[in-house]
């Protein structure tokens, strides 16, 4: 079983939806990130939250520790969205490796 | 635009060869990391160098090897290259710890 597990795994979703992206870890962390994978292949750090909740634009990430489960939401979402989303754990114990989740892929349509 | 540059951006070799993969933080940046993604595996962690120490280590192969220059620039040498070493290869920065991180572009390693 994976450290770090996301579900769904692919997601097509219609322009304007809210959709919601959900990422389990095992371990203990000290910190989560979300990332963003755009087709062209680069990468960008959406969130890095270790308790509650914090917002960007359209985009919400939750965190429940005691859960160990995180969320991410995407309001109104829009066809730009499209891309892969990847959630990933700092372990504890001083260790600064990422973990990473195998990612979502989310296709929104116009 | 990230602030992290990496190149090259693509590079093809033969099964055997050796190749140099390099990266420049953002200014000011102290720690690089380096991912590889592939197909099967996904992103791993390979290896951090914090101000030119190394600080940990991932599922790092022992044809691989890494080092962070003064200038804070890292380079990634892949060696005794195989097929399944292909892949794409991400450096990543923050300014300390692994905090936010600002990853590079990738170099796309294909070994044919």
């Known amino acids: 079983k994976n450290e770090v597990e996301q579900s769904p795994q692919n997601l097509t979703a219609q322009e304007g939806e809210f959709i919601t992206i959900n990422c389990s870890y095992s371990?203990?962390?000290?910190?989560l990130h979300w990332l963003q994978q755009h087709p062209g292949g680069g990468i960008v750090s959406l969130f890095m939250?270790?308790?509650g909740k914090k917002k960007h634009g359209r985009l919400i990430a939750t965190i429940n520790i005691q859960e160990k489960h995180s969320s991410l939401h995407i309001t109104a979402s829009h066809p730009r969205d499209s891309a892969v989303y990847i959630c990933?754990?700092?372990?504890?114990?001083?260790?600064?490796?990422?973990?990473f989740g195998k990612g979502m892929k989310l296709t929104v349509n116009p | 635009d990230s602030g992290v540059t990496q190149t090259p951006k693509h590079l093809i070799t033969a099964t055997g060869q050796r190749v140099t993969l390099r990266c420049s933080p953002r200014?000011?940046?102290?720690?690089v990391y380096w991912y590889q993604q592939s197909l099967d595996q996904g992103l791993q962690f390979l290896i951090q160098?914090?101000?030119?120490?190394?600080?940990a280590k991932g599922n790092i192969l022992e044809r691989f090897s890494a080092q962070q220059f003064p200038d804070l620039h890292s380079e990634l040498n892949l060696s005794s290259l195989e097929l399944g070493d292909s892949a794409l290869y991400f450096c990543?920065?923050?300014?300390?710890?692994?905090?936010?991180?600002?990853f590079g572009s990738g170099t796309q390693l294909s070994v044919l």
């Open positions: 160098y914090y101000n030119g120490e190394e600080r």
């Open positions: 371990v203990g962390i000290s910190a």
């Open positions: 990543a920065s923050s300014v300390s710890g692994v905090g936010k991180l600002f």
């Open positions: 939250l270790s308790s």
């Open positions: 990933a754990v700092e372990t504890q114990g001083g260790s600064e490796k990422l973990v």
């Open positions: 200014s000011g940046d102290l720690s």
